[in-house]
């Protein structure tokens, strides 16, 4: 009788290296490895090679890249959805693309359970198995890490290096990183304890050093239709080549560095250093263009959505009836974010320098500080009189009760 299949969400990394060889002992299982593209760039090349020795039967490779951006990363913009007003959940919105693809294979293929490689420590393993719950409830979750006898990576190190498996850490650089299309993420080593600072000419793979970026300004104009970035300095763009090239422009001007201790939804407290170049421009270039064309109770109320929306990608709630609906408002709000930003990009800022919109609802004629026949002055006396009477009303009864003590 032919074997069950496990349809592993492979990387290549330190830990998806050692769970083939693992399942192969511990399970009687054949194992096809997946490795979703998100834009991780050059790791995924040598993959098939390293998986079909190590144990796998086969590889799929599969370019995800303009679904993780056009239905994942473009909804969490519209959003500005932010996690504890830092993290531009990089790695949180790419992993139910991913368990999405995984879903598809193992229904194609015919197997019966997904394995991946998240510790038991982490937010991961949350967001791929919420995501197979929510689209294949029937295949079993293997997660190795919070079965086997592996308990740190230097023995995971250890493990690979009893079995000729090639990694791409060492003791000495035991960083744990993930990286796409939209961020790169450091965590572990000399990170754990927050008073280190960042050695940055060492750890930073995307981004130039603030300090070492160029002593002139860049300025790049972004066009945004309905919210969503169509045009990078007055050229179309597809989604995925767009962020490629001000991933290019952002990274060589020192831009998108955040060092964050950040509260894991398993319970913890984790610190980790994310570089997010073209996030950074991105959101910074939305946010203006919805300053100009949003009105404020529906910019405030998105703000509280906001907080939310990003909450929910986090814990790997995408695939929810509220996220969904949140994306669904968002949607009708956008629907007036058109327009263009200019930025300046300097050393590691991200500065305003100009907005403009057919959609507008800034009106010069009516803020200006000079004359003007639009707006009377005499009409604020009456509003502030209306708008501070429960004030007015409760100081006056605090006046009463002190007077007849």
Known sequence: MAKEKVVLAYSGGLDTSIIIPWLKENYDYEVIAVCGNVGQGKETVGLEEKALKTGASKLYIEDIREEYVTDFIFPTLKAHAVYEGKYLL?????????????????????????C??????????????????????????????????IKSRDDAIDYAMARGIPIPVTKKDNYSMDRNLWHLSHEGSDLEDPWNEPNLDSLLKLIVP?????????????????????????IKKAPVELIEELNEIAGANGIGIDDIVENRLVGMKSRGVYETPAGTVLYAAHRELEYLCL???????????????????????????LREALSAFVDETQKTVTGTVRLKLYKGRCTPAGAKSPYSLYSEEIATFGRDEV?????????INLFGLPLKVRAMMLERNKKGK
Do not use: C
């Open 90 to 114: 990089g790695t949180s919105h790419a992993r139910p693309v991913i368990a999405k693809k995984l879903v598809e294979i193992a229904m194609r293929e015919g197997a019966v359970a997904i």
């Open 295 to 321: 009105d404020r109770q529906t910019l405030h109320y998105k703000e509280q959505v906001a907080i939310k929306f990003a909450e929910l990608v986090y814990d790997g709630n995408w695939f929810t009836p």
């Open 116 to 149: 991946h490689g998240a510790t038991g420590k982490g937010n991961d393993q949350v967001r791929f198995e919420l995501a197979v719950k929510a689209l294949a409830p029937h295949l079993k979750i293997i997660a190795p890490w919070r079965i086997w006898d």
């Open 375 to 383: 707006y009377n002055q005499k009409d604020s006396e009456g509003f």
């Open 210 to 234: 603030p300090e070492k970026a160029p002593d002139t300004p860049t300025y790049v104009e972004l066009e945004f239709e309905a919210g969503i970035p169509i045009k990078l300095n007055g």
